[in-house]
C-alpha cells in the first residue's frame, strides 16, 4: 500500500513538471494559434541559465530568480526578433519555422557551454527524503516540485481568471479582430504571453534540473509529453492541461511500475518483461487515444472554439 | 563538417612528411559521438588519439597519418552508414572507435565482409567477442560482462546477499546485467531495463528498489544517464540505506558533475588514471597539461590504439597491404599499454586485470577517481570459445 502510494507521488511529481510545461504550451498554442517547437528549447535555457547564475551566485535560489527573469526576457525577444513573422502562417509554416529556432538554440547552447552539459546542485539540506507517512520516505526537492508547481498553477488561475490581463488573454482567445478594435495592443499582449510562456518553461526546466539533467536537446522528449497533455486537455485551456498532466504523468509512471508485474502473473518471464517495457512505453498514447475517442476536443475545450 | 576534417588531416599529413613517403599515408577512419550530450565522451577519445598521434611524432611505423572523423549520433542506422563510407568512398586502412555497442553490432557486418583492420576502442558487444569475431578486428576495451563480473566479485568479498539490478534496454545494458550475475552469488530481488536513451526520471525504478528490500543496487549507466541516476539515487536518500555498486557509471567526465555524490559509491575498471606505469604517467600528465581536464577510460582505451597500430604498421614496414602480417604482430599486443602489458585472447579482446576504483575528494577542492585494489587478475570474457579463431 505504501508502496503504491509512493509510486502515485512519483506519478503526481511528473504531472507538475509536464503541467509547467504544458501551460506555457496551451497558451501560445490557444491564444495565438502558433504551433511553437522552440518550447522546448527555452525549457532548456531555463536550465542553462539557472545553472550559470546559482554558479555564479552561489545561490540556487537567487541563480533560480535569475534565471526565471532571464528565460521570460529572451521569450519576449524571440517573439519580437522572430515568432511576429509567423503568425497568420499556416501550422506547417509554424513546424519549419520553430523547429529551425530549435535547432538554433541547440547549436547556440554548445558554442556557449560546450557539449559536456552542466549540473546544477541541489543545496545540501534538499538533498534528502523525509517521512511523509510512517515507512514512507520520499524525495524532500521532489515534494517542492509538487508544492511550487501547484502554487504557480492557482497564481496562473488567479491571472488569468480575475486580473484585467487575464481578461485581455481571455478575450483574445475568443476574437482577436474586435480585442484590437477595441484599442488593445494586440501586439504588445502578444508578446507578453510569449514571454510568460517562455518563464514558464523556463521555470519546468530549472524545477527538473537537479533531478534529470542540464543538456543540449534536453526539451525535446518531454516536449512531446507537453503536446500530449496540450492535447488531452483541450487546446488552450489551463485547467485543462493541469488534469492531462496529472492524469498523463500518472499513466506513464503506473505503465512503468505496474504493468510488467501484471503481465508476469499470467505469461511467461521474458514475454512479460519485454511486451511490459512495450506497453509501458505506449501507456500515455494509449491515454491519449482513448480521450480523444471519447472527447475529440480534449477534456475542457476552451470556450468560443 | 567532415571535408574540413579531410582537409586538416591531409593538411597535417602533409606538414608532417616532408619528402621521404609523401605519396604514401595511412588513413584512419575514426568512428565515434560528436553530437549530443555523449560528445564529451566522443571528444575525449579523439583528444586521446590526437594526443597519441603526437606521441608518434603523427606518424605510425614511419608512415604519415590522416585521420578522418566520422559521427555515428549515438544511432545504429547512422554508425553503419559512416562506417561503410569510410570503407567504401575513403578507403580507409583502418577504423578505430565505436562507443556504443549497439552501434558497433550494426557496422561489423560491413568491416568484417570488407576485412578492414579494425580497432574498437569501447563498445564490448558479447557478438563481437563470440560467433561474430574477426581476424582483422581487434578490442583496447573488454566485452561487457566482464567489468560488471567484477563488480560482482567484489559484492560477494562485501557480503551482500541480496542485490537490485537496473540499466538501460539496449545491448550493453543487457550484456551489463548478465555479467554481474555471472560472479554474484547472492539472490537477484529485482530487475529493470529502463527505455533508452531518453528515459532519464528512474524515480519509479528507485521506488521499486526500495520496496525490494536488498542489500545492494547495482547499476550501469553509461555517459549522462549515469549522472542523472547517481544524483537520483542520492536525492531519494538510498545512499544512507542501499549500498550503489557501479559499472562504466561513475568515471572521470562525470565525475566533475556528480563531485560528493560520487564519494563512496565504488566502481569496477579496467584503467583507472593513476595506475603507475610509466606510459599511462606519460599520459595522465601530457592530457592533463594539454586539455585542462583529466583523462577518461574512454580515451585511455583509445590512446593504446595508437601504439597497437603503430606495432603493426612498423612490423610489415609499412606495406598496408600485408593484413595478415599486420595480423600477427596486433595479435602479440606488443606496445606499451597505459593499463600495463596484456595479451589478446583468441578473440582478439583483451585479458585483463580488473580494479576496483573510488571517488575521492582530493585537498585542492577537485575530485578524481583511484585504484583501491585488484579484484580480478588476468580475466578472460567467457564468449570467446563462440569464436570461431582459435
Known amino acids: ?305 | 563538417m567532415k571535408r574540413a576534417w579531410i582537409a586538416a588531416g591531409a593538411a597535417l599529413a602533409l606538414t608532417s612528411g616532408p619528402a621521404l613517403t609523401q605519396d604514401k599515408t595511412i588513413k584512419i577512419g575514426f568512428v565515434s559521438t560528436f553530437t549530443g550530450p555523449p560528445a564529451a565522451i566522443g571528444n575525449d577519445m579523439k583528444n586521446s588519439f590526437e594526443l597519441g598521434l603526437e606521441h608518434h611524432g603523427r606518424k605510425l611505423g614511419g608512415l604519415p597519418v590522416e585521420v578522418i572523423y566520422a559521427d555515428d549520433q549515438t544511432k545504429p542506422e547512422v554508425g553503419v552508414q559512416k562506417t561503410q563510407e569510410l570503407i567504401e568512398s575513403n578507403h580507409v586502412d583502418f577504423v578505430v572507435g565505436y562507443i556504443w555497442s549497439n552501434v558497433l553490432i550494426a557496422s561489423l557486418k560491413p568491416l568484417i565482409d570488407s576485412k578492414t583492420m579494425t580497432v574498437v576502442t569501447n563498445a564490448g558487444a558479447s557478438q563481437f567477442a563470440g560467433e561474430l569475431c574477426s581476424p582483422y578486428a581487434f578490442s583496447t576495451s573488454w566485452q561487457n560482462d566482464q567489468t560488471p563480473a567484477a563488480v560482482g566479485l567484489y559484492m560477494n568479498q562485501k557480503g551482500v546477499k541480496s542485490a537490485f539490478l537496473i540499466g538501460p534496454n539496449y545491448a550493453a545494458g543487457k550484456d551489463m546485467l548478465a555479467g554481474v550475475q555471472q560472479t554474484f552469488k547472492g539472490q537477484i530481488v529485482g530487475q529493470e531495463l529502463t527505455r533508452w536513451p531518453d528515459q532519464l526520471d528512474f524515480s519509479a525504478e528507485l521506488s521499486k528498489a526500495r520496496a525490494a528490500k536488498p542489500d545492494a543496487i547495482f547499476a550501469f549507466y553509461p555517459g549522462g544517464a549515469g549522472v542523472q541516476f547517481v544524483t537520483q539515487y542520492v536525492q531519494a536518500g538510498l545512499k544512507g540505506q542501499i549500498p550503489l555498486y557501479t559499472a562504466f557509471t561513475i568515471d572521470d567526465l562525470s565525475l566533475p558533475r556528480l563531485k560528493d555524490l560520487a564519494v563512496g559509491v565504488p566502481g569496477a575498471q579496467e584503467w583507472v588514471n593513476d595506475l603507475s606505469n610509466p606510459a599511462n604517467q606519460k599520459y595522465v600528465a601530457d592530457y592533463k597539461a594539454k586539455y585542462n581536464a583529466s583523462p577518461s577510460f574512454y580515451g585511455a582505451q583509445t590512446y593504446d590504439a595508437v601504439g597497437l597500430i603503430d606495432s603493426a604498421v612498423t612490423a610489415v614496414k609499412g606495406d598496408l597491404s600485408n593484413k595478415e602480417g599486420m595480423r600477427k604482430e596486433m595479435e602479440k599486443a606488443n606496445f606499451k599499454s597505459v593499463r600495463g602489458n596484456f595479451r589478446f585472447g583468441n578473440n582478439h579482446i583483451p585479458i585483463q586485470d580488473f580494479y576496483l576504483q573510488d571517488a575521492a575528494k582530493n585537498p585542492d577542492g577537485g575530485y578524481s577517481l583511484h585504484t583501491v585494489a585488484t579484484i580480478v587478475k588476468d580475466d578472460q570474457d567467457r564468449f570467446h570459445d563462440r569464436c570461431p579463431m582459435k
Open chain 1, 1 to 305: 500500500m505504501l508502496y503504491f502510494f509512493e509510486q502515485f507521488l512519483n506519478g503526481i511529481q511528473l504531472g507538475m513538471l509536464l503541467f509547467l510545461l504544458a501551460a506555457g504550451l496551451t497558451l501560445i498554442f490557444g491564444i495565438m494559434d502558433l504551433v511553437n517547437l522552440a518550447h522546448g528549447s527555452l525549457y532548456m535555457l531555463g536550465a542553462y541559465f539557472a545553472a550559470t547564475f546559482a554558479d555564479w551566485t552561489d545561490s540556487f535560489l537567487l541563480g533560480a530568480l535569475l534565471a526565471l527573469a532571464a528565460t521570460a526576457v529572451t521569450g519576449m525577444l524571440l517573439e519580437v526578433i522572430a515568432v511576429r513573422r509567423l503568425y497568420g502562417r499556416s501550422h506547417l509554416d509554424h513546424v519549419l519555422g520553430t523547429f529551425g529556432l530549435l535547432l538554433f538554440f541547440n547549436e547556440l547552447v554548445r558554442l556557449i557551454w560546450g557539449p559536456a552539459g552542466m549540473t546544477l546542485s541541489l543545496p545540501s539540506e534538499m538533498l534528502n527524503a523525509v517521512e511523509v507517512l510512517p515507512g514512507l520516505f520520499y524525495p524532500l526537492y521532489r515534494l517542492v516540485i509538487i508544492g511550487v508547481t501547484l502554487v504557480v498553477a492557482v497564481l496562473m488561475y488567479l491571472l488569468i481568471m480575475r486580473t484585467r490581463l487575464g481578461m485581455l488573454i481571455r478575450a483574445g482567445a475568443s476574437n482577436r479582430e474586435m480585442v484590437g478594435a477595441l484599442g488593445v495592443n494586440i501586439k504588445l499582449l502578444y508578446t507578453m504571453i510569449f514571454g510568460l510562456g517562455a518563464a514558464l518553461a523556463g521555470f519546468a526546466g530549472l524545477m527538473q534540473a537537479p533531478i534529470l539533467t542540464v543538456q543540449i536537446g534536453m526539451g525535446e522528449n518531454i516536449l512531446i509529453a507537453a503536446f500530449v497533455v496540450v492535447t488531452i486537455g483541450g487546446i488552450g485551456s489551463i485547467r485543462g492541461a493541469f488534469m492531462a498532466s496529472v492524469l498523463v504523468g500518472l499513466a506513464d509512471t503506473v505503465g512503468r511500475a505496474f504493468v510488467p508485474d501484471l503481465l508476469h502473473a499470467f505469461l511467461s518471464e521474458s514475454a512479460s518483461s519485454s511486451l511490459g517495457r512495450a506497453l509501458s512505453s505506449m501507456m500515455v498514447y494509449l491515454v491519449m487515444a482513448l480521450v480523444l475517442i471519447a472527447r475529440p476536443e480534449g477534456l475542457f475545450p476552451a470556450a468560443g472554439k
